[in-house]
C-alpha cells in the first residue's frame, strides 16, 4: 500500500511539472496574438501528451492507473465524490473541481474520464495530424446533439476515446468535448477479479439486506444474536438506546468488537435531522429544516449537513437518515410539517441536496426521504397508512422534483416511504410496490443506488402484512434493504421468510447479488469500518451547533 501511495505522489509530481509548463507556453503571448499554426502545436503538443500517457493507463491531471488504482486509493486520496452513478453494477465518481469522471467495478479503476481545459482546446485535426484514423469511429446521439467517437487501441488491453461533437459543414474542425482512457478488465493479465458476492452464502447475503434495531442501551444478548447469527448489514438507534456521550461510545464500540468476525462492517444508522428529530443527547439544538427553508441560503443548508455529518462521525454513527426532502403541501400533515425545508419544490431541492453533499463531505451516508413524497399526507404512517390521491403527472409536478434532482446530484441511498397511491398502485403501499421502486424509480427515474424502506414495523406495514410477507413483498417490489427498527423476533422472521422466498425461486438469487452488489460498492466507498472510538468532545460540538443556530436565526 505504501508502495501504491509513493507511486501516486510521484505521478501528481509530474503532472504539476506538465501542467506548469503548459501554462508557461500559455502565458507567452496573449491568446489572440498566437498564429494559427502555434495554436495548432500546442493542440498537436496536448494530443501528443495524451497518447504517451494513454500507454501507461492514464490521462492528463489525474494520478490514477487503469486497471492498477484501486478505490481505496481514489477515495483516500480526492475523498467523497460531488456526483456517483450506477451503470449496470460500474459505479461512476465525478470530481467537479478536477473536471474528471472516474469508472470503477469491484474495487477497481477501469475507465478515466477529464474534460479539463488543455484537452477541450484540442481540435479534431490536431488528432489525425498526430495519431492518423482512428481504428474505430463511434456515433453517439443524446438530447438531440450528436457526437462522434474516435477509438484508438493503445495496447491490447488499453483504449484512448476522443469525444466530439460531430464535423458539420459549418464546423469542420470541432473541439474535444473529452477523453477517455478505458481497459477491459477481463482482458488485464492479472487474476480474474470477481464479485465479493460470489464467495458468500445466501444467509450472508440476506443478512446484508437487513436493517434492524436494538433494544436497551448496552449490547444484549439478543443484539449479538442479531449481529452474529442474522449477520444484519446495519442497525438503527433510537433514544431509547441513547444515554450520554460515553454510554454511545461504548454501546457503538462493542457493536463493532461484535462485529469483527463478520466479513464486512455495519451501517450504523440514526435520525439526526435536527429540529424535533434529534436522537443524541447532550448536543445543543439546532434550528429546524422550516427555519433554514425561510432564509433560503443553500450554503447554510451545507453547514447544516456538514454539521450533522460531524456530530455523527464523532460518535461513532456512518449513516443519516436525512435529509427529508418531502414537500410541505399540506397544512394538515402531522407527520412532517417543519421537518420539511418549505412548500416550494425548487427551493426543497436546493436545500436539501446541499444538506446531503454536507453530510457526504464529512464522508457519513445521507438516505434521502420518503419517496415518493410524504408532504400531502394527513394521517401518520406510524399510526396507520396515509393515502395520497395524485396521478403522475401531479406527482412529477411537485412531490418528485427534489428526488429527482437529489439522484441526478449524487444520492447514496433512497428511503421508500408507507404511502398508498391510488392511482399508480391501487393494491400495495410505495413501500411494497413494484410499480413505484422498480418502474418509478428505477426505470423512469434512471436511479442505480441503493433503495431501502421505511420502518416497516410502523402500523402502516403491520395492520395489513405479516412482517415476514412484508419483508419479502419488499424486496419482490425492487427494494435492497430492509428496515425493520424495533423487535429482533421481527428481524428474525423477515430474514427466514425472505430465504424461503429465494429457496422457492419466488425470488430470484440474481436479484438479491444485485442489492448485495450495490450495498457493498457503497459500504466500500465511504470506507465503513470497525475501527473504535476512544474520546469525543461535545462542547466543540456544540460550539459549532450554537454558531450555525446564531447564523440561521438572525
Sequence with gaps: MIKKIGIIIVVIFMFTIIEAVLTTNKEEKPKEFISEEEAANEGQAVVSLVFELAEKGQVINVPFIVGETDTEQLYELWGVPDESSNLSNDIYDTYLSRNATVGHHSGTVFDIRTNSTYIQEVQLEDIHSVAGEPDIIRSYQDEGKEETILVYE???????????????????NPNVHHISVYTDLKEVDSPVTTSPVDSMSLEEKVG?????????????????????????????????????????????????????????????????????????????????????????????????????????????????FAPVLDVDSNPNNPVIGDRSFGSDPKLVSELGISTMKGLQSENVISVIKHFPGHGDTEVDSHIELPIVSKNMKELQALEFIPFQNALKSGADVVMIGHILLPEIDANKPSSISNVVITKILREQLKYEGVVMTDDMTMKAILDNYEI??????????????????????KVHRAIQAILEAVRNEEIKVEQIDRSVERILQLKEKYQLSNDQLSSINVNELNNLAEELTNNILK
Design 154 to 172: 493503445i495496447l491490447p488491453n488499453i483504449q484512448l476515446k476522443w469525444i466530439l461533437p460531430k464535423p458539420t459543414e459549418n464546423d469542420p
Design 468 to 489: 415476514g410477507e412484508a419483508a419479502v413483498e419488499a424486496v419482490k417490489a425492487g427494494n435492497d434493504i430492509v428496515l425493520i427498527a424495533h423487535d429482533y423476533e
Design 208 to 320: 446484508q439486506m437487513i436493517f434492524g434495531g436494538i433494544e436497551g442501551v448496552e449490547l444484549s444478548e439478543k443484539s449479538r444474536e442479531m449481529i452474529r447469527e442474522d449477520k444484519v448489514g446495519g442497525i438503527i438507534f433510537f433514544k431509547d438506546n441513547l444515554v450520554n456521550a460515553n454510554q454511545i461510545v461504548t454501546l457503538l464500540n462493542s457493536i463493532k468488537a461484535e462485529n469483527m468476525q463478520q466479513q464486512y462492517p455495519l451501517f450504523l444508522g440514526i435520525d439526526q435531522e435536527g429540529g424535533r428529530v434529534t436522537r443524541i443527547p447532550e448536543l445543543s439544538n439546532l434550528p429546524t429544516n422550516k427555519q433554514i427553508g425561510k432564509k433560503d441560503n443553500p450554503a447554510l443548508a451545507f453547514q447544516l449537513g456538514e454539521l450533522l455529518g460531524k456530530q455523527l462521525n464523532a460518535f461513532g454513527f456512518n449513516l443519516d
